[in-house]
């Protein structure tokens, strides 16, 4: 719904959560929350039980509840820094955050490859899009606002 529609009350408000939104701030947010959700379902007890040992192939350098917390880690720094104005640090955990989908994505897909988890590619998938629509999403910059016709006929308001 346009910011017009609403009561004139509500406007000042609504564009700048709008202007807020467009910012890399609500990248890091969105990520933020996915990898603090992801993490916590890594550790034992927090959001039910974790994956069975083993079922995850970046297991052979760490063990799953260690995964959970750098995500946590990582999603906890995303979800401040998209309310502390602190460009460089938001930057850093943005990277980390899509780098460790990355690795979850290539994680998969090895897994997949080696025939170890032939569905494998199904996950890495999933952890690449959100890796580059995140990288999509940060790189494009703010594109302003697209013109809204009030009819489709040609013949403007």
């Known amino acids: 719904m346009p910011i017009e529609h609403l009561p004139m009350r509500w406007r000042p408000a609504a564009r700048r959560v709008r202007q807020w939104a467009m910012t890399d701030s609500m990248a890091a947010l969105i990520l933020g929350v996915g990898m603090l959700l992801r993490g916590c379902s890594y550790i034992p007890g927090i959001l039910g039980a974790p994956p069975t040992g083993g079922s995850h192939p970046a297991e052979g350098t760490l063990p799953i509840s260690a995964w959970g917390w750098v995500w946590i880690t990582t999603g906890t720094a995303c979800v401040v820094l998209a309310f502390v104005r602190a460009p460089r640090c938001e930057a850093i955990f943005l990277s980390i955050g899509v780098g460790l989908h990355v ?3 290539c994680s998969f ?4 490859l080696s025939g170890e988890s032939p569905r494998g590619w199904v996950s890495s998938l999933s952890y690449f899009m959100v890796a580059f629509l995140a990288l999509w999403a940060i790189w494009r910059g703010k594109r302003g606002d697209a013109p809204m016709e009030r009819d489709y006929k040609g013949g403007g308001e």
């Open 103 to 105: 690795l979850w994505a």
């Open 109 to 112: 897909l090895t897994a997949a």
